[in-house]
């Protein structure tokens, strides 16, 4: 286990306990995060050090809902997953500038696949190497591990994508600095994550899905992702809702509560989130960031 003795985006080392939270999903350990209290950032501490954290990532299930299986959680899982692929690629063609993308985090490469069927030139990063070996058997599409960064050239990418997978990178400062060095002028960086200040959030506590710790490093809420982005010169140009988020979350935090599915009250958990999140000026239980480089004020 490491522990961090300082925020890592505003540096105090003054935080406080904010929530102890077990992870169901499958070591059943428990893990704590804290809330920094210069700036509001919450941040699992102690966390598995960057050695240790492979044995919480249940590889082969997480590549399981690829396979033959044909339950209805599997079934969901897929249908959301395909229908979250095409809202992810319009999100990409309406708001980047150009057609060279870099997915860090690409898991099995279904998302990447589908951006080259439609013309755009992809690169993939992904650090499991289980999952990179099935995006090149399974899909076709080669992804290479997180230190070919380093050899990606200067400002050579029109968008960088990071679905959910922010929270998961260790070095998050590192990360922020290549994506800034690797991003053209003009590019766009599209940043998601679940938000620790949605409704569903706050219903399930402890409880909700999206804590996932220890594999959640960073619990990110609007005002915190602004902070992370501005200390790198760039600014959030838009908020973007991912309601099937809410509705998986909630399947989740069902199943963590009971010990069983329900999906009738998930259904309805999410749909109550859904609806508080709009009311409440885009707190959806997912945002996606559309982040871009700050304008200098002479332009
Ligand atoms: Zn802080």
């Not at 492979?54 to 396979?67: A, C, Q, V």
């Not at 395909?82 to 998302?111: A, H, M, P, Q, W």
């Not at 190497?129 to 200067?154: M, T």
């Not at 922010?166 to 590019?187: A, S, T």
């Amino acid at each position: 286990m490491e522990n961090l003795t300082v925020c890592p985006i505003c540096g105090s080392g003054d935080f406080e306990n904010y929530l102890t939270v077990r992870d169901y999903f499958f070591s059943e350990e428990e893990f704590s995060i804290v809330k920094c209290s210069g700036c509001g950032f919450k941040f699992t501490n102690p966390r598995p050090a960057k050695n240790e954290i492979e044995k919480y990532y249940n590889t082969n299930e997480y590549l399981s809902h690829d396979t033959e299986k044909n339950d209805p959680i599997t079934l969901i899982y897929r249908t959301i997953r395909d229908i979250n692929i095409r809202s992810k690629f319009n999100l990409v063609k309406r708001y980047s500038t150009g057609y060279n993308l870099l997915d860090i985090g690409c898991g099995t490469g279904e998302f990447i696949q589908y951006c080259e069927k439609n013309g755009y030139i992809v690169n993939g990063i992904e650090p499991n190497e289980k999952a990179r070996k099935h995006a090149l058997d399974n899909n076709g599409i080669p992804v290479f591990d997180e230190s070919h960064l380093d050899d990606e050239q200067d400002a050579g990418k029109d968008v960088v994508t990071l679905w959910h997978v922010i929270e998961h990178v260790h070095d998050l400062n590192e990360r922020m600095k290549q994506i800034h060095r690797l991003l053209k002028k003009e590019g766009t960086l599209i940043i998601a994550v679940p938000n620790n200040n949605s409704p569903d959030c706050r219903k399930y506590g402890r409880l909700w899905a999206a804590w996932d710790v220890p594999r959640h490093l960073y619990h990110f809420e609007t005002s915190t992702m602004k902070h992370l982005a501005e200390n790198y010169g760039f600014e959030i140009r838009k908020i973007i809702p991912m309601r099937w988020d809410a509705y998986y979350v909630s399947m989740l935090s069902e199943k963590y509560r009971k010990g069983k599915n329900d999906l009738w009250n998930a259904f309805w958990a999410g749909s109550w989130s859904n609806y508080k999140a709009r009311k409440e000026n885009l707190n959806y239980s997912s945002l996606v960031y559309i982040i871009k480089r700050k304008k200098s004020k002479n332009q």
